[in-house]
């Protein structure tokens, strides 16, 4: 099975956080690919699903649908690149057979659209409280 | 012998390998660009997704919405009329030991949620329309079968679930595609087996084309790579609907059927991170005869996310940070 290596790295020192998080090694459930909405664009994102998926480094096995829409975002919200709101900026790269590098930046644009943890706040707020 | 007859008859459906050389089926319809037929701005902060859409029988969508973790359970509706966005998530102790796979909508609106916990078994949540959980269900499928589809039969509260058996299923039957209808208690009263497989080592490189839908008349349309597969509600086979696509290379990722017609997604083969191509068609289930092939104007975007016969196809905008609904009718 080919997959990519990712490496994530702190932007901002260029320092390794994170020697690499191989989807392979996110317990014994693949990821697999589907298409997602990222930013109003759908694009296809790469999902290791399951509770057997949690990498060995502590990185969600959905950690890489993140990663493909924030590198997809990158480049259709330019504009709305600022310092992360909701986590600390990437960089990314993958491995040499499918390199991938970029410096993104998880925006909090309207452009770009709830995500992350302001679309957990959103739905909080729209939800019953429930005991 | 009916077994032997189903393995025959959907041996084919399955088969994943494209063509080495895309081509174009040349008796289509030309392709139609949508327009905008009307647009409704909804005062609702615009959002990402994960997967496919889902709507109900008032023309309410459903999303899985994309917080930090796809495993979450949570799903967002967004209303056809004035009313408010509901969101549906499970409470904090299963919502915890459970992983978000796939979900569902009934006509109704009731949602129904598959998870698996820990040990690989699949556990179908579901929430009434006041939005609080009103049964947990355990799917009697075998740990390796992945699923990656799930209908709901709401007339009799039976599952159908397909997808694949994983590396972890023995030999025989890894890499096979599995396909099981279940009772409402979970029970496998139907296991579809079939001889063909998908290809496990190309799983993390395009995006699976397995996908199910009840539709009105009460029967399960499976879509696959290159036709739809029609069942009863009991699983026995009806017939088979060759897909002609404008680029055999398209892979098909979603249907809906309405009134007699059967809407297909295809997009572009590209690769992960990107933007996708759209290309939309509707084909006469009865008769197979594709009816419309059908591109989105760029008013309209890429985000197709219903049909009905009636209506056409509903598109979600990113309009200025908040969500608009725009409908483009097919006539």
């Not at chain 2, 917080?67 to 056809?80: F, G």
């Not at chain 2, 499976?222 to 009863?232: C, R």
């Not at chain 2, 088979?240 to 297909?264: E, F, M, N, Y």
Request: glycine letters at 10%; charged letters at 20%.
């Amino acid at each position: 099975m080919r997959i990519p290596v990712l490496v994530r790295t702190l932007s901002v020192a260029g320092l390794i956080l994170s020697a690499s998080a191989l989807a392979g090694a996110c317990g014994d459930r693949i990821g697999s690919v589907q298409t997602s909405c990222c930013g109003g664009r759908t694009v296809n994102t790469r999902v290791c699903i399951g509770m057997g998926t949690i990498c060995a480094d502590g990185t969600g096995g959905d950690f890489f649908c993140s990663v493909d829409c924030d590198l997809f975002q990158a480049g259709a919200c330019d504009q709305a690149k600022e310092p992360s709101g909701s986590g600390s900026p990437l960089s990314l790269i993958e491995a040499s057979d499918r390199r991938l590098i970029a410096d993104t930046r998880p925006s909090s644009s309207a452009a770009c659209g709830l995500r992350g943890e302001k679309l957990e706040q959103w739905i909080r707020t729209n939800q019953r409280v429930r005991q | 012998m009916w077994f032997v007859a189903l393995v025959l008859l959907l041996g084919p459906a399955f088969q994943h390998t494209p063509p080495a050389h895309p081509k174009k089926s040349s008796d289509l319809p030309r392709t139609t660009v949508l327009v905008a037929s009307s647009a409704k701005r909804l005062g609702i902060p615009f959002f990402n997704f994960y997967g496919q859409a889902k709507q109900d029988a008032g023309g309410n969508v459903y999303f899985h919405a994309a917080t930090r973790r796809y495993s979450d359970s949570s799903i967002i509706r967004i209303p056809y009329g004035d009313s408010e966005p509901k969101a549906y998530s499970l409470p904090e102790k299963p919502a915890r030991e459970t992983a978000f796979i796939a979900f569902d909508v009934a006509p109704s609106g009731r949602v129904y949620v598959l998870s698996e916990n820990a040990d690989h078994r699949s556990i179908v949540f579901e929430f009434g329309g006041d939005g609080d959980i009103s049964s947990r269900t355990e799917l009697g499928i075998p740990p390796s079968a992945r699923v990656a589809s799930m209908s709901v039969f709401e007339a009799t509260g039976n599952f159908f679930v397909l997808g694949y058996y994983d590396s972890s299923a023995p030999d025989d039957l890894r890499g096979k595609t599995f396909m099981a209808l279940t009772s409402p208690d979970g029970k496998v009263f139907r296991d579809l087996k079939n001889s063909r497989a998908i290809d496990l080592n190309t799983l993390g490189e395009k995006p699976l084309t397995l996908c199910s839908y009840v539709g009105e008349d009460g029967n399960l349309y499976v879509l696959a790579s290159d036709e739809i597969l029609v069942l009863t509600a009991s699983g026995d086979f009806m017939r088979r609907i060759k897909l002609r696509k404008p680029d055999d290379a398209a892979l098909t990722t979603k249907l809906i059927v309405s009134q007699g017609l059967a809407a297909v997604w295809l997009q572009s083969d590209s690769a992960v991170g990107k933007a996708v191509e759209l290309t939309l068609e509707t084909v006469d289930i009865g008769t197979g005869r594709v009816v419309g092939v059908y591109s989105a104007s760029d008013e309209l975007g890429d985000n197709a996310v219903t049909f009905s016969r009636s209506e056409g196809f509903v598109f979600l905008r990113n309009d200025g940070g908040k969500v608009s609904l725009l409908t483009a009718h097919i006539r």
